[in-house]
Nanobody, 120 residues
Framework: QVQLVESGGGLVQAGGSLRLSCAAS????????KAWFRQAPGKEREFVAA????????KYADSVKGRFTISRDNAKNTVYLQMNRLKPEDTAVYYC?????????????WGQGTQVTVSS
């Protein structure tokens, strides 16, 4: 079982930056594929970014390309989401997720979420 705890959310003005962190309980977290999702009020949860176990494969949603960066620190069992040039439409609850590496897209492990609010 993997427990994920997000932090770093908050209120920021448009154009500003935030860095989200997701700390994992599992010592094998480095072998997992990690991802960030978000859910805005009244909308479905959507994919934001993903990073495979080696860091050699990274994917971003078109809406965040060039502004957000996903990264990891294996020594700290932590994955990050650096968010720059934030827009009001980035306002959402952000969740980190993880799954064992390999084929398949389902993420069985989720954090509780952290609120990001971008004011115009």
């Amino acid at each position: 079982q993997v427990q994920l705890v997000e932090s770093g959310g908050g209120l920021v003005q448009a154009g500003g930056s935030l860095r989200l962190s997701c700390a994992a309980s599992a010592r094998t977290f480095s072998t997992y594929t990690k991802a960030w999702f978000r859910q805005a009020p009244g909308k479905e949860r959507e994919f934001v970014a993903a990073l495979n176990w080696s860091g050699g494969y990274i994917k971003y949603a078109d809406s965040v390309k060039g502004r957000f960066t996903i990264s990891r620190d294996n020594a700290k069992n932590t994955v990050y989401l650096q968010m720059n040039r934030l827009k009001p439409e980035d306002t959402a609850v952000y969740y980190c997720a993880a799954r064992p590496s390999g084929p398949g897209g389902l993420y069985p492990y989720w954090g509780q979420g952290t609120q990001v609010t971008v004011s115009s």
